[in-house]
């Protein structure tokens, strides 16, 4: 009775301690709203899944391809895995340590004479067997196992806040990308338009030419633009594959073709989504990561400044022993032990305090780094909000210059018909036509761009739900038998 009484008064002293601070979330300053913000914005749409904004099918369908498909996803899901298995195996330091053992020897000594161990003993064959179990458990007086718990699951979660970091890349790249490749083929379509066009004016400068009636310089500087707008066919043509490689890449799939949705000018522009900036700490995957990073810092200052103190460790064997293997299971051949040992430090010649002042010095660098990365976002944010506002403008005045630019185009072809101005006028309004329309292309290419990094800097709660939705593979949970 008072070993098993000592036993639990141990296992209750094992929970009393924990050396090291406990964790304290680091005070931020908060802005309390936007600098930039549109104040007629309504909608909190930070956790509907913003790329449906866009009305287009076949953007939806590739953003369900990439988070099946994507490796470097697949790589993330993987190390979640890993750290549960680490996290499994620290945790299990908290229990008793349980091994089966068991050892057969067979004892032939010498019968000559030369044996000097076994002379003038019995020299009779002896067998040695034994079958038991064997149990370790080290008590967490002092919290140090517990620290290393805390420490391994802070792990696991910054991988999981990693994962998710993934899908938000992964799907703001998917839908970038996709609206650059819209944007290309809408810039090849306007070049061979304007191609066409100039191909018309050659013709009709040339029988002007033929007649009488122009000089060859005309005809030579419409020959000029003409080949200098056909140079961009190509060029055009290499960006649109290209872009497609690299989006079947994030697909996961061999470089190849992407289909094709609504046009370039039929794409929605997503809503402005509404948040404080304190929504950034719950709902940015990266934040997530440098907080826990910081808690299992915290904790490793425990561990390890726990090693100042003893550890204490309950051992036990119990099984069956004989000199023969015959007799092995007999009740006489029974055996148990029970027993304690204590290891504590007196000398490691600074071996201990340089442990604790690295794991001090890597709890500040884990505190600067979670700061660090509050700044970042809200500075990816602002520059967003920010971004979303100008080229919206900008997008609207590029409309009123294509505008201006057309009617430009349509009086001095007028003029020039009527004998009132030179060609090179009617030459310089196609070429500022032509290059209002790439502009305007351009900008509503930035505003859709600046609209996904908006949705991109404040996270949302869709990620997990995209996670569930896409039924993406779980990690195994760990295992706490063996």
């Not at 289909?259 to 522009?269: A, K, V, W, Y």
């Not at 920010?386 to 409309?399: D, G, H, I, L």
């Amino acid at each position: 009775m008072n070993k098993l009484f000592i036993l639990a008064l141990s296992a209750l002293i094992a929970g009393c301690f924990k050396i090291g601070p406990d964790y304290i979330r680091p005070q931020i300053d908060t802005p309390r709203q936007w600098r930039f913000a549109e104040s007629n914005v309504r909608q909190n749409a930070t956790n509907l899944k913003w790329w449906e904004q866009l009305g287009d099918p076949v953007l939806n369908q590739l953003v369900g391809q990439a988070v099946q498909g994507n490796l470097d996803l697949k790589i993330a899901i993987a190390n979640v895995e890993q750290f549960m298995g680490q996290y499994g195996s620290t945790r299990a330091n908290l229990f008793p340590q349980i091994f089966g053992t068991g050892n057969y020897a067979h004892d032939q000594p010498s019968s000559g004479g030369g044996d000097v161990l076994n002379s003038g003993a019995n020299n009779d064959e002896v067998d040695f067997a034994r079958l038991g179990v064997t149990m370790n458990w080290e008590l967490d007086v002092w919290g140090q196992l517990r620290r290393a718990n805390e420490a391994a699951r802070a792990d696991l979660l910054r991988q999981e806040a990693i994962k998710r970091a993934v899908i938000l890349t992964l799907v703001s790249q998917v839908a970038q990308t996709y609206i650059t490749l819209r944007e290309l083929d809408k810039n090849l379509k306007i070049t061979k338009n304007i191609v066409k066009s100039l191909e018309e004016e050659m013709r009709i400068a040339k029988i002007r030419f033929d007649g009488g009636y122009s000089s060859k310089l005309e005809l030579q500087q419409v020959n000029s633009e003409y080949q200098r707008r056909r140079a961009f066919i190509p060029l055009y043509e290499q960006q649109i594959a290209q872009t497609e490689n690299a989006l079947s890449v994030l697909l996961g799939r061999n470089p190849g073709t992407i289909p094709r949705g609504l046009s370039f000018d039929e794409l929605r522009l997503p809503a402005v989504p509404a948040g404080l900036p304190s929504d950034l700490l719950a709902q940015r995957p990266d934040i997530q990561q440098a907080e826990q990073e910081l808690i299992a810092a915290n904790a490793r200052i425990g561990v390890a400044r726990a090693q100042y103190f003893p550890k204490i460790s309950l051992t036990g064997d119990v099984g069956q022993i004989s000199t023969q293997v015959a007799t092995l299971f007999v009740p006489g051949a029974n055996f148990w032990s029970v027993g304690s040992a204590l290891l504590t430090p007196i000398f490691t010649a600074g071996k201990i305090a340089g442990q604790v002042q690295s794991a001090e010095a890597v709890q500040k660098a884990a505190v600067a780094n979670y700061q660090r990365s509050i700044l970042s976002g809200f500075r990816e944010f602002e520059n967003a909000l920010v971004s979303s506002n100008k080229t919206k403008v900008q997008k609207e005045r590029q409309s009123e210059r294509v505008a201006a630019v057309q009617s430009y185009f349509n009086l001095s072809r007028i003029r020039y018909d009527g004998g009132y101005t030179d060609y090179l006028t009617v030459l310089d309004s196609i070429r500022q036509l032509f290059d209002a329309q790439i502009d305007l292309i351009q900008a509503q290419s930035a505003n859709l761009t600046a609209m996904i990094g908006l949705y991109r800097a404040i996270g949302g709660g869709w990620i997990v739900e995209e996670e569930k939705a896409a039924n993406l593979p779980k990690p195994n949970d760990a295992a706490f038998l063996f």
